[in-house]
């Protein structure tokens, strides 16, 4: 009964936060690890998608893609070395996954920038990954102002988080008046609708699915209830800019909230919560947020 199949979820995050900043399992740091195992994760991909076409697709008709992670870069200035800035940052975020999955190979910055450091694929690769995906998985949070700076000796490891210890080039930035998350990301509506036609346009518009989007807020219980009004204006921004870019010709299908109940955020431990439903995590008991409510409002009414 299940359609629709995820075979990885945010590989760059496994590749970049566990391979070169080290803050995941295995916390590794290093400059040719995380290419190797984004490599690798894109060839077990390719795979799994091909014993899954040869032996099942037919029959269940369901459908496959990868759910990529990525933020939105908007030029920190109008100078051509800015925008080609946040264009490389893109790439180096989410062109390292999409565009073998896409266009069947990597993205030119990363291989002129890289060289050897980037691993080659097969020719039975390249058959077995490009054109592998569906429909387009997107896990999207936040947006930053990238810049360009090229790489010293002395600057290199400014942006591990926007490059690998500072192969894009890229500085990335915030504006301080912007709304954060507890998760210190920048709260930008605008940034989901450019990244979402940056999308469609560099991977000739595919059907896409938004797997992850939401926010971490103090949640707190007051009589039995949490009131996570900043959740609500949250999502209200991001739906409407959903829905005012699906109605532009973008083919959004499909949208889940990150998450229906609080969880284990990783290197945050229990402290982050993003959840519709708060979770004791001494009693498990669920308490539903005012967000829930109100998302079953939305749902029921299907308009934003």
Known sequence: RVKNWITLNEPWVISVLGYSVGIFTPGRVSATEPYIVGHNLLRAHGKAAKVYCEQFKAIQKGRICVANN???????????????????????????????LFKGHY???????????LPKFTEEDIENIKGSCDIFGLNHYST?????????????NLNAIGGLHGDDEVLLTADENWK???????????????????IDTRYNHPEIY???????????VVNGKVNDADRIDF??????????????????????????????????????????????????????????????????????
């Open 70 to 100: 990525c933020d939105w870069r908007e030029p920190m200035t109008e100078l051509a070395e800015d925008k080609k800035a946040a264009e490389r940052s893109l790439e180096f975020l989410l062109g390292w996954f999409a565009d073998p």
């Open 107 to 117: 993205p030119e910055s990363m291989v002129k920038k890289l060289g050897d450091r």
């Open 144 to 156: 930053m102002y990238a810049q360009n700076i090229p790489a010293t000796t002395t600057n290199v």
């Open 180 to 198: 954060k998350t507890t998760m210190d990301w920048n709260v930008i509506p605008w940034g989901f609708g450019k990244l979402l036609k940056w």
């Open 210 to 220: 938004v797997t992850e989007n939401g926010m971490s807020c103090n949640d707190i």
């Open 235 to 304: 999502l209200k921004g991001y739906l409407s800019e959903l829905s005012r870019v699906n109605e532009s010709g973008v083919k959004v299908k499909g949208y889940f909230v990150w998450s229906l109940l609080d969880n284990f955020e990783w290197a945050s431990g229990y402290s982050k919560r993003f959840g519709l439903y708060y979770v004791d995590f001494n009693t498990l008991e669920r308490i539903p947020k005012e967000s829930a409510k109100w998302y079953k409002e939305l749902i029921l009414k299907n308009e934003i």
